[in-house]
């Protein structure tokens, strides 16, 4: 298909790293756009032939002619835990991008809620991207011709800080405190830049064959092969870190209060410790448990295991 370009927004980040990185060589060059606040950070793509623009979620002007001359575009969330403004956010981002002639969309959504086909979660940072799913649906009602796929990334080994009270295997603890015992259902961890590189082939199939494509208002998720309950999570950053660590159970404002917490999980000055324990009760409900074969597929190989992906950090 001829004169199809395509871009990633947000693009210098974990994930718009890895998909810029794995798009340039099934792509050519001069067909793509990336965009960013931080451009200096993807000069080597520049140099490629990749044109690289400048924009930001947080400033609606930079976002205005951001996407011209686009036809799809792998939309990738606001970096935060927040609801309401990280919902904005998006909404403001895909009304640009319809405006400036976009005509289909990858959201990069998160993989929580279990089968992709699942519309619900208790988990409160997913509410954002349940709007935003419902949002995009709605564009195709309001925009003729609009389409889109939601891509609903899988928890990314390199988070689980987020889910260990920040443990961090330099300076090792003894206990993990989080409101959870450890028992599964468990997590189905996946690398970070195989997510990237899953999203690559993704958008590369697509713009090979768009009327073949057969994920079309589809929502997809890419997963890791294999469950990992939090207790063997943690028994793994044990056996990393060279000491015993174990899961101590605490309550939910034991847990927002711990100061590593607060700390981590407050965004424009609003602390969301305390409604980041709702991920918990999707872990017991195995909203994370599911293992999808699609990521397997895209990349042609097992996925790398989340033991493997920690010790190398």
Known sequence: MSNHTIAVFPASGGIGGSTVKHLLPRLQAKDLVFITRYPLKLEAASNAGATVRKADYD?????????????????ISYASVEHEYRTKRHQVAIDAAIRSGVKYI?????????????????AHVMQAHLDTERYLDECTRRHPGFEYTVVREGLYSESYPLYTSFFDP???VDT??????????????????????GTAELMARFRKD???FMYR????????????TLKETVEILGKVAKRPVRIQTITEDEFAALPQN????????????????STFEAFRRG??????????????????DFETTVSRQ
């Open 217 to 228: 208002h589809q929502t997809v998720l890419l997963s890791g092969g294999k469950t990992l």
């Open 210 to 212: 768009p009327n073949g």
């Open 106 to 122: 990858f959201y990069g959504s998160l993989g929580y809620g279990g089968r992709p086909e699942n519309k619900q979660s208790v």
């Open 287 to 304: 909203e994370a448990a599911y293992v999808d074969p699609l990521l397997k597929e895209l990349l042609g190989r097992e996925p790398e």
């Open 176 to 197: 993990v405190k989080i409101p959870h015992d450890g028992s599964g259902p468990g997590i189905a961890w996946v690398k970070r830049e195989e997510l990237g590189e």
């Open 59 to 75: 400033d609606d002007s930079s976002l205005e002619h951001a996407f011209d001359g686009v036809q799809t575009l792998f939309l």
């Open 262 to 277: 607060k700390e981590n999980f407050t965004y424009h000055g609003v602390d969301h410790s305390k409604v980041w324990t």
């Open 170 to 172: 330099t300076r090792p």
